[in-house]
Protein backbone atom coordinates (compact mmCIF):
# COMPACT_ATOMS: atom_id res chain seq x y z
CA UNK A 1 0.00 0.00 0.00
CA UNK A 2 1.36 3.32 -1.07
CA UNK A 3 0.57 6.17 1.46
CA UNK A 4 -0.30 9.58 -0.64
CA UNK A 5 -1.74 11.66 2.09
CA UNK A 6 -0.96 12.68 5.14
CA UNK A 7 -3.02 14.64 7.32
CA UNK A 8 -1.77 16.84 10.15
CA UNK A 9 -3.98 18.27 12.53
CA UNK A 10 -3.72 21.05 14.78
CA UNK A 11 -4.77 22.44 17.79
CA UNK A 12 -2.17 25.31 18.43
CA UNK A 13 -0.70 22.66 21.54
CA UNK A 14 3.13 21.78 21.92
CA UNK A 15 2.00 18.20 21.60
CA UNK A 16 0.50 18.97 17.89
CA UNK A 17 3.82 21.09 16.46
CA UNK A 18 5.51 17.73 17.99
CA UNK A 19 3.42 15.69 15.69
CA UNK A 20 3.92 18.44 12.64
CA UNK A 21 7.64 16.86 12.78
CA UNK A 22 6.75 13.27 12.63
CA UNK A 23 4.13 14.36 9.82
CA UNK A 24 6.85 16.01 8.08
CA UNK A 25 8.87 13.27 8.68
CA UNK A 26 6.73 10.11 6.93
CA UNK A 27 5.73 13.29 3.98
CA UNK A 28 9.30 13.15 3.09
CA UNK A 29 10.02 9.41 3.91
CA UNK A 30 6.96 8.09 1.74
CA UNK A 31 6.57 11.51 -0.92
CA UNK A 32 3.37 11.70 0.43
CA UNK A 33 1.57 15.39 0.55
CA UNK A 34 0.86 16.86 3.58
CA UNK A 35 -2.64 18.00 4.81
CA UNK A 36 -3.11 20.70 7.66
CA UNK A 37 -6.15 20.62 9.80
CA UNK A 38 -6.30 23.79 12.51
CA UNK A 39 -9.50 22.86 15.01
CA UNK A 40 -10.82 25.25 17.41
CA UNK A 41 -12.83 24.94 20.38
CA UNK A 42 -16.23 26.21 20.05
CA UNK A 43 -17.22 26.64 23.97
CA UNK A 44 -21.28 27.03 23.34
CA UNK A 45 -21.35 25.43 19.69
CA UNK A 46 -25.45 25.26 20.96
CA UNK A 47 -25.84 28.87 20.45
CA UNK A 48 -24.25 29.57 17.35
CA UNK A 49 -26.86 30.43 14.47
CA UNK A 50 -26.07 29.03 10.85
CA UNK A 51 -28.00 31.04 8.27
CA UNK A 52 -30.27 28.84 6.74
CA UNK A 53 -28.51 28.39 3.41
CA UNK A 54 -25.33 26.94 4.95
CA UNK A 55 -28.02 24.55 6.98
CA UNK A 56 -29.30 23.41 3.38
CA UNK A 57 -25.60 22.61 2.00
CA UNK A 58 -24.28 20.82 5.15
CA UNK A 59 -27.75 18.54 4.92
CA UNK A 60 -26.60 18.04 0.97
CA UNK A 61 -23.19 17.66 1.81
CA UNK A 62 -24.24 14.77 5.20
CA UNK A 63 -26.44 12.86 2.48
CA UNK A 64 -23.70 12.98 -0.49
CA UNK A 65 -21.44 11.21 2.16
CA UNK A 66 -24.00 8.59 3.58
CA UNK A 67 -24.91 7.73 -0.02
CA UNK A 68 -21.69 7.18 -1.22
CA UNK A 69 -20.35 5.30 1.99
CA UNK A 70 -23.41 3.02 1.81
CA UNK A 71 -22.55 2.20 -1.86
CA UNK A 72 -19.11 1.13 -0.63
CA UNK A 73 -20.12 -0.96 2.03
CA UNK A 74 -22.10 -2.12 -0.32
CA UNK A 75 -19.24 -2.83 -3.07
CA UNK A 76 -17.25 -4.28 0.16
CA UNK A 77 -19.72 -6.32 0.91
CA UNK A 78 -20.57 -7.70 -2.45
CA UNK A 79 -16.61 -8.31 -2.88
CA UNK A 80 -16.53 -10.06 -0.09
CA UNK A 81 -18.98 -12.62 -0.89
CA UNK A 82 -17.69 -13.23 -4.03
CA UNK A 83 -14.42 -13.99 -2.43
CA UNK A 84 -15.55 -16.44 0.09
Do not use: Y
Not at 4 to 30: C, Q, V
Amino acid sequence: MQIKKILWASDGSTDSRHALKWAELFASRFGACLNALSVIEIPEIGELEVPPDVSRKFARIEEDLVTRAEKRLTQAAKSSSQGE
